[in-house]
T-cell receptor, first 111, second 112 residues
Framework: GDSVTQMEGPVTLSEEAFLTINCTYT??????LFWYVQYPGEGLQLLLK?????DKGSNKGFEATYRKETTSFHLEKGSVQVSDSAVYFC??????????FGTGTRLQVFP | DSGVTQTPKHLITATGQRVTLRCSPR?????VYWYQQSLDQGLQFLIQ???????AKGNILERFSAQQFPDLHSELNLSSLELGDSALYFC???????????FGPGTRLTVL
């Protein structure tokens, strides 16, 4: 069945460091791909999305490119801030409308 | 603010009890989804309603049930609660024509 695999966390970085959070997927066809972010004590917010192969989603300095050759959708940011500390989830729709999520990767950014 | 509201924010109850979680979708959204987030299971899809009808079911226990009312708000009923039901329960909504979902702030359920 469909699945999403994310790198284990936590990821600990200093402010202004480069961020990569890996996400690979298994799916039938070419579904849309999403990154959601969960700040402490809050619900999930859509961070960015890509709807087809080679699409690049971007928002708030974060980017991810839909790579069908490697079935990946890695999240990147050139310079992280303390305010980026959160849990990041990679997700895809499966079996209709429901979303399946990766296990989440906690990012901790220190000044 | 996603526009999806959930009440209550926190709920503490005892084993064997029954609780109801409420969700109001974004204005205009017809589809409501319920997810459970726990430390051991991660984020799991429970159930989806579209315009009052059940559309999809995930790993939802028989002790759990949901419904969507004519005004499109939804309720998730959890009964015969066990310690393992302690989790964050999220509601999400969308128009039902796209995959993108908008999440509420969640209800944290603690079963003692």
């Amino acid at each position: 069945g469909d699945s999403v695999t994310q790198m284990e966390g936590p990821v600990t970085l200093s402010e202004e460091a480069f961020l990569t959070i890996n996400c690979t997927y298994t799916a039938t066809g070419y579904p849309s791909l999403f990154w959601y972010v969960q700040y402490p004590g809050e619900g999930l917010q859509l961070l960015l999305k890509a709807t087809k192969a080679d699409d690049k989603g971007s928002n708030k300095g974060f980017e991810a490119t839909y790579r069908k050759e490697t079935t990946s959708f890695h999240l990147e940011k050139g310079s992280v801030q303390v305010s980026d500390s959160a849990v990041y989830f990679c997700a895809l729709p499966s079996g209709g409308d429901k979303l399946i999520f990766g296990t989440g990767t906690r990012l901790q950014v220190f000044p | 603010d996603s526009g999806v509201t959930q009440t209550p924010k926190h709920l503490i109850t005892a084993t064997g009890q029954r609780v109801t979680l409420r969700c109001s979708p974004r204005s205009g959204d017809l589809s409501v989804y319920w997810y459970q987030q726990s430390l051991d299971q991660g984020l799991q899809f429970l159930i989806q309603y579209y315009n009052g009808e059940e559309r999809a079911k995930g790993n939802i226990l028989e002790r759990f049930s949901a419904q969507q009312f004519p005004d499109l708000h939804s309720e998730l009923n959890l009964s015969s609660l066990e310690l393992g039901d302690s989790a964050l329960y999220f509601c999400a909504s969308n128009l039902g024509t796209t995959n993108e979902q908008f999440f509420g702030p969640g209800t944290r359920l603690t079963v003692l």
